[in-house]
């Protein structure tokens, strides 16, 4: 079942998803267990296409460019640690595919985006955490 929800405006949901990041990658015992969260990605992803899909609806196709230019990981490298520490815990990590162990690093980086170099940094990332 779908659950809609409006805001008064562009501002609250701007605050709540800005909110939510913060919260996610601020490195808290209380936002843990969201880093890997599918449900808190999944969230994330669809609160940033809202922002975008209103701003183009809106007519400000450099606003709703700038939120996605934002939030791509190649360009805001500040949660790699914290991406980097936090991806072994899953309890198949050793076990998974590469594709699966990228689409796990996807889940902890979003709403962060991987472009082209957004995926070659996720393969540095996976070969610090393979190489002993």
């Known amino acids: 079942m779908t659950v809609n929800m409006q805001f008064e405006d562009i501002q ?3 605050a709540a ?5 913060l919260f996610k990658f601020g490195g808290s015992e209380d936002a843990d267990v ?6 808190m990605s999944q969230a994330l992803n669809r609160m940033l296409d809202a ?3 209103y701003w183009l609806e ?10 996605r230019d934002l939030y791509v990981l190649s360009k805001d490298k500040r949660h790699v640690d914290l991406i980097t520490s936090y991806a072994p815990r899953h309890p ?5 595919t ?3 162990q990228l689409d796990w690093l996807q ?3 979003s709403p962060y985006r991987v472009d082209e170099a957004g995926a070659a940094f996720f393969e540095q990332i996976l070969a610090k955490l393979t190489d002993p």
């Open 58 to 67: 809106s007519g400000n196709s450099r606003r709703a460019e700038g939120w």
């Open 12 to 14: 609250e949901l701007e």
């Open 51 to 53: 922002i975008q899909a």
């Open 98 to 100: 590469r594709r699966e």
């Open 107 to 109: 889940v902890i980086a």
């Open 34 to 39: 969201f880093l890997g969260s599918p449900v």
């Open 17 to 21: 998803f800005r909110a939510n990041v």
């Open 92 to 96: 198949k990590w050793a076990s998974m």
